[in-house]
T-cell receptor, first 115, second 110 residues
Framework: DTGVSQDPRHKITKRGQNVTFRCDPI?????LYWYRQTLGQGPEFLTY????????KSRLLSDRFSAERPKGSFSTLEIQRTEQGDSAMYLC?????????????FGPGTRLTVL | GEDVEQSLFLSVREGDSSVINCTYT??????LYWYKQEPGAGLQLLTY?????DMKQDQRLTVLLNKKDKHLSLRIADTQTGDSAIYFC??????????FGQGTTLQVKP
């Protein structure tokens, strides 16, 4: 399978715990994006990487959120001290490079439930 | 600011055409996209159109773009029950991030 993969697919945690999600983009795609989707809404942009450089962060990304892409391949998104409002689907997408061309290809998402 | 709006729900009969509409605000968007999301799944890229085009056809899908009115539509010909899903319109910013609408739920009745 050469699509975008995400792990885990589901995560249930208690409020106050830390969680980490992983995204493996399509190989050779140098742009990687994170989005968050809540029920009944479209995905909202969180952050993106060009290779290993994090080039843009949304104001939705509070200081409890951190993302990395250390070698320009897979990426991790960590949420510290989770809150119930963090419950959502976290989507990762990758694209081959030039801004906006050809679309972004999405993974299946990680559904986070914070109890 | 950037904003994308869509109607929330559309119901059609199998075999009819479906037209899903979208308006956007960022006139500098270079590309506009349509994505499909089935229950519990990620987003599938259906088609996209470059902003200097008026129309793009891809098998049963036709995209129309009115850049003056910032209006985008997706027409699905001969709609099938397998087309039942949520359809998202999205515009790309100059950094490549996508701005999505709320999604239109398409219900196809047999």
């Amino acid at each position: 399978d050469t699509g975008v993969s995400q792990d885990p697919r589901h995560k249930i945690t208690k409020r106050g715990q830390n969680v980490t999600f992983r995204c493996d983009p399509i190989s050779e795609h140098n742009r990687l994006y994170w989005y968050r989707q809540t029920l009944g809404q479209g995905p909202e942009f969180l952050t993106y990487f060009q290779n290993e450089a994090q080039l843009e962060k949304s104001r939705l990304l509070s200081d409890r959120f951190s993302a990395e892409r250390p070698k320009g391949s897979f990426s991790t998104l960590e949420i510290q001290r989770t809150e119930q409002g963090d419950s959502a689907m976290y989507l990762c997408a990758s694209s081959p490079g030039l801004a906006g061309t050809g679309g972004q290809f999405f993974g299946p998402g990680t559904r986070l439930t914070v109890l | 600011g950037e904003d994308v709006e869509q109607s929330l729900f559309l119901s059609v009969r199998e075999g009819d055409s479906s037209v899903i509409n979208c308006t956007y605000t960022d006139s500098s968007s270079t590309y506009l996209y349509w994505y499909k999301q089935e229950p519990g799944a990620g987003l599938q890229l259906l088609t996209y159109i470059f902003s200097n085009m008026d129309m793009k056809q891809d098998q049963r899908l036709t995209v129309l773009l009115n850049k003056k009115d910032k209006h985008l539509s997706l027409r699905i010909a001969d709609t099938q029950t397998g087309d039942s899903a949520i359809y998202f319109c999205a515009e790309s910013s100059n950094t490549g991030k996508l701005i999505f609408g709320q999604g239109t739920t398409l219900q196809v009745k047999p």
